[in-house]
C-alpha cells in the first residue's frame, strides 16, 4: 500500500520511518510512504503557502492553489506507479478537530486498503474549498488540537503497520491488543514479566499466581476477567459497547455482577 504525506515538515517523519519495529514494514515496503511539501508548487519568490482569513481574524489560512497543484502532481504520481491504474482516485484524509474519531476498525479496514493521501493541515486551517473539493475523509486523534496534522499522520501509519503480516516478531501480537476483536473490543489485561517478586517502594510485589501455575484454562480465564475490570474501570463506555454488540458471554456477566455485589 502507498501512502502520499502531503506536508509543510517532511522531516518530522524521518525517525519514525527508520526506528522502532515497524521500521520493518516500510523498509520492506509492505507501506509506501512518500512526502509533498505544498511549497514546492507555490508561487513566487517566498513560495508563500498561507495568507490571512478574508472575513479578519487570527492566525493565517492555507492557500487552495499551492494544496491543489501538489495534490494533482500526487495523483499522477500514482497513477504511473500503479500496475494496473485505478478509475478512482485514492482517498484524501485530512486531520482535523472535525474529523471522525480514529478507532480501531477503522485501522484495520486501512490496513486492508491501498493507502491514501494523508493532508497535514497549519496554521489556522485550510482554505475551506479544498476540503470541498478534494477531501473524502476527515479524522481526529480525540477531542483536542495540534499543531499540524504530522503527529495524526504518524498515528496513523503506526497503528495501520502493526497490522500487516510480518512486522511484529510474533504474528498474533496484534490480535490481543486493546480494541481487536479477539478479545471482543475489551482493554488488554496487565502484563507481568521477571522478577516474580519485586521489592518495590511498598514491600514486596508478587506476580499472580495463577500466572505461574501452567494451568492455561485458568490463565485464559484470569486474563479474561482482568480485561472485564480495566474494561469496566478505566472505560465503562466501552464495556457497554461491548455489552451492546453481544461480546460478553454468561460466564463474563456472572463475573461482572459478583465483581459489582462485592464493591456494594
Request: glycine content about 10%; proline content about 7%.
Amino acid at each position: 500500500m502507498r501512502f502520499d504525506i502531503l506536508t509543510l515538515f517532511p522531516e518530522l517523519f524521518t525517525p519514525f520511518l527508520h526506528n522502532g519495529i515497524n521500521r520493518r514494514a516500510f523498509e520492506s515496503g509492505q507501506v509506501e510512504v512518500h512526502f509533498w511539501n505544498p511549497r514546492d508548487f507555490a508561487d513566487g519568490q517566498y513560495r508563500r503557502v498561507d495568507d490571512r482569513p478574508f472575513g479578519g481574524g487570527p492566525g493565517m489560512v492555507m492557500m487552495v492553489e499551492p494544496l491543489s497543484r501538489c495534490l494533482d502532481a500526487i495523483r499522477m504520481a500514482r497513477q504511473a506507479a500503479e500496475a494496473e491504474p485505478s478509475d478512482a482516485p485514492a482517498p484524501v484524509v485530512l486531520f482535523s478537530p472535525a474529523g471522525q474519531r480514529l478507532d480501531h476498525p477503522q485501522v484495520a479496514r486501512w490496513a486492508e486498503g491501498r493507502g491514501a493521501v494523508l493532508v497535514c493541515g497549519r496554521y489556522e486551517g485550510l482554505d475551506q474549498r479544498f476540503i470541498d473539493t478534494y477531501v473524502t475523509h476527515q479524522m481526529s486523534l480525540g477531542d483536542f488540537v495540534l499543531s499540524g496534522g504530522e503527529i495524526a499522520a504518524l498515528a496513523l501509519l503506526d497503528a495501520v503497520a502493526r497490522l500487516l503480516p510480518g512486522v511484529l516478531g510474533d504474528a498474533g501480537s496484534h490480535q490481543q491488543d486493546s480494541f481487536n476483536p479477539a478479545l471482543n473490543g475489551l482493554l488488554d489485561c496487565p502484563h507481568y514479566t521477571r522478577p516474580e517478586v519485586w521489592q518495590g517502594p511498598h514491600g514486596a510485589q508478587a506476580v499472580p499466581e495463577v500466572l505461574l501455575s501452567g494451568h492455561h484454562a485458568r490463565i485464559e480465564r484470569f486474563r479474561r476477567e482482568a480485561s472485564l475490570a480495566v474494561t469496566a474501570e478505566a472505560r465503562p463506555d466501552v464495556l457497554a459497547a461491548v455489552r451492546a454488540q453481544g461480546g460478553l458471554s454468561k460466564a463474563d456477566e456472572l463475573w461482572l455482577a459478583g465483581r459489582q455485589s462485592d464493591r456494594l
